[in-house]
């Protein structure tokens, strides 16, 4: 089999590795990669988002499948266009990637179908906004109502903050079309879990837990991030509370697809907040979290291909979906500065024994030669049959990658730990 995959980081870097298990597989192509990944895919200089040039490429080779991986492109409707040339994809179609295209849709549709979230207010016009939030709780969090590359939430610990988010959003458009609307919610404590999950639209199987890692600096400190680390499995997220979210949130999100017209096919990512009256969702995402698929992919023993392509053809009630029972950590090494400003074109050493357990995701090749060209460079991913021996591991890893100006954080999975220990 001949196979596509849209996206150029780490997580397309990780389905990639995981695809190449099978034994089908002749040719992976990746659209357009990075430099990293080039000995395991032909990377295509074609940008995720040019739907059109995707199209013409695919009608240009012989491609049996593929996988649209990252929300923009399957928000502009990637799946659909491929399938209207006859490409069978992993993904859903536009209709449906919504729930993540827009955050004042997914809102409305907790709201409609009683799945438990925050509570909210939506806005179109920013002096309403600001009037609202004379008189609302804080902290609060404001978020675009649109895709921004995961920095379009602010969690607003004073009422000054939240009114400089929304002027920010919604006069100075810092995310352009995203903040054209936004939603003003409740400030939900509690531990974090990402649950990733395959989807026929019939049938959902979630993966393995996992626990991100979004601010910058050690002791969740510093800026959000797209995610300096994650750890797989999450402690907090227990059987009775795997449970709880089967329920109450994960079958009742995709029944709810289903009756609003907008069956979703691929993988759908729930944000949950356990608070203290029970999960709630934070967000959904339409497919792969960054870099959480780094920790939960490497503990798939099931083959990715064949459930991949249940989603697609609606046979995942027949198909086996196998988790391992150890755990798995990833560090993010970054380049010093991320995610505001920093200095790229640094050569990259990744020794050859340690490759396989390196995903890279901000790497170009020049003349043979691996350079730094993101703010996250790549993920070092340990697997064991415990979480501490897998932190350990990837910190290990993390010692015999190099480049000038790396960062990382030197406490990934100790919040799991201490969650273990407790």
């Not at 389905?15 to 099978?22: A, T």
């Not at 069956?263 to 497919?287: A, S, W």
């Not at 698929?293 to 291909?305: A, H, K």
């Not at 198909?319 to 790229?344: D, H, L, N, W």
Request: proline fraction near 5%; charged fraction near 25%; glycine fraction near 10%.
């Amino acid at each position: 089999m001949n196979l596509m995959v849209i996206g150029g980081g780490g997580r397309e870097h990780t389905i990639i590795r995981k695809l190449r298990e099978n034994k089908s597989v002749e040719t992976i192509w990746a659209l357009p990669g990075n430099g990293g990944m080039a000995q395991d895919a032909t990377c295509v200089p074609i940008d995720a988002k040019d739907i059109e040039g995707i199209v013409e490429f695919a009608k240009s080779h012989d491609v049996d499948y593929a996988v649209v991986a990252p929300d923009d492109p399957l928000v502009l409707g990637c799946v659909d266009a491929l399938e209207a040339i006859g490409i069978p994809c992993f993904g859903p179609r536009a209709n449906a990637a919504i729930i993540e295209g827009s955050k004042v849709f997914s809102k409305n549709l907790m709201k409609k179908y009683g799945i438990p979230t925050a509570k909210y207010e939506t806005f179109d016009d920013m002096d309403a906004a600001l009037r609202y939030l004379e008189d609302a709780p804080i902290p609060t969090v404001v978020k675009a109502d649109g895709l921004a590359l995961g920095k379009g939430v602010i969690i607003a610990l004073t009422r000054e903050e939240a009114k400089a988010a929304v002027v920010e959003m919604m006069r100075d458009k810092k995310f352009g079309k995203s903040g054209e609307q936004i939603v003003i919610e409740e400030y939900l404590e509690g531990p974090e879990v990402s649950v990733l999950s395959f989807t026929d639209g019939k049938t959902l199987v979630p993966m393995v837990s996992s626990m991100d890692h979004k601010r910058a600096g050690d002791n969740d400190t510093g800026l959000n991030t797209g995610g300096m680390g994650t750890v797989a499995p999450n402690p907090y997220y227990t059987e009775e509370i795997a449970q709880v979210c089967m329920e109450t949130i994960f079958l009742p999100t995709m029944q709810a697809m289903n009756a609003e017209g907008r069956t979703f096919q691929g993988c759908l990512y729930f944000g949950l907040m356990l608070t203290k009256d029970g999960p709630k969702v934070i967000e959904y995402n339409c497919r792969f979290g960054d870099p959480e698929t780094q920790v939960v992919l490497p503990l798939l023993e099931s083959d990715l291909l064949t459930v991949m392509k249940a989603t697609t053809e609606g046979t995942l009630a027949q198909t086996e979906v196998k988790f391992s029972q150890g755990a798995a950590c990833c560090i993010i090494m970054a380049s010093r500065g991320y995610p505001v400003s920093y200095e790229k074109g640094f050569p990259l050493s990744i020794p050859a024994e340690i490759r396989e357990q390196v995903y890279v995701a901000g790497a170009k090749l020049a003349d043979g030669q691996l350079l730094t060209s993101g703010g996250r460079v790549l993920g070092c991913t340990a697997v064991a049959p415990t979480l501490k021996e897998a932190i350990d591991g990837a910190y290990k890893l993390v010692g015999q990658v190099s480049f000038d100006n790396a960062y990382w954080r030197h406490d990934i999975g100790a919040r799991a730990m201490l969650a273990l220990e407790g």
